[in-house]
């Protein structure tokens, strides 16, 4: 299993088309996607929270930023609203990709960023301006995997598609994210 892994990380890399491809295929159910996607969400949340602790932000951030569990809602929450935000604008920009497939990329592409957080947060001790320049490489490169799952798997006839859908599901993300941190704030608060 972990050399099937270790495999579709490296098509990932390299050919993200094929590695979209072949993750839309695996027969995979609803309830392993919710549980991979929960799973995901919370080690996310534990590695941000070391790195808040190790590295804190250089802006101020809210007190409830400073709890993996608020940590675990955003990001599940954002998975969602995001995965949500890029079907339907893939579809209103004429894609003909299905919910559940770009799900599952995402939470895949969620697994390998936490791997190369992992690797961050080890050179952030080790070599700081180092670890600035790989978290750049890792972004850039990120950006670039993403707009092809999303051109691949919303059936788009190209980047600049898949651009428009990245930007417009952004915005759509952008007022759901407005509503879920009121509700998490006033949650946090006590209200």
Known sequence: MSGALIQL?????????????QIAE?????????????????LNALVISATFVLAPPAM??????????VLFALLAGLM???????TWVG????????LTPLLAAVVWLQALRLCAQLGILL??????????????VVTFWGLWILLNFVAELLHLPGLF???????GA??????????????????????
Do not use: C, E, K, M
Not at 9 to 21: F, G, N, V, Y
Not at 60 to 69: E, G, K, N, R, T
Not at 91 to 98: E, F, K, T, Y
Not at 161 to 167: D, E, F, I, R, Y
């Open 26 to 42: 695996l027969p995979l159910g609803n309830d392993v996607i919710w549980t991979s996607l929960a799973l995901v969400a919370a």
């Open 123 to 136: 050179l952030t001790l080790a070599l700081p301006p180092v670890a600035l320049l790989a978290s750049f």
């Open 60 to 69: 101020a951030l809210p007190s409830y930023f400073q709890s993996p569990l």
């Open 91 to 98: 579809r209103a920009l004429g894609g003909q990709g299905a």
């Open 9 to 21: 990380a490296q098509t990932t890399l390299r050919s993200p088309r094929a590695a979209a491809r």
């Open 170 to 191: 952004a915005l759509g993300v952008l007022l759901g994210l407005g509503l879920l941190l009121s509700l998490i704030g006033l949650t946090a608060q006590g209200v």
């Open 80 to 86: 969602v609203l995001y995965v949500h935000a890029l």
């Open 161 to 167: 598609h898949a651009a428009a859908v990245l930007a």
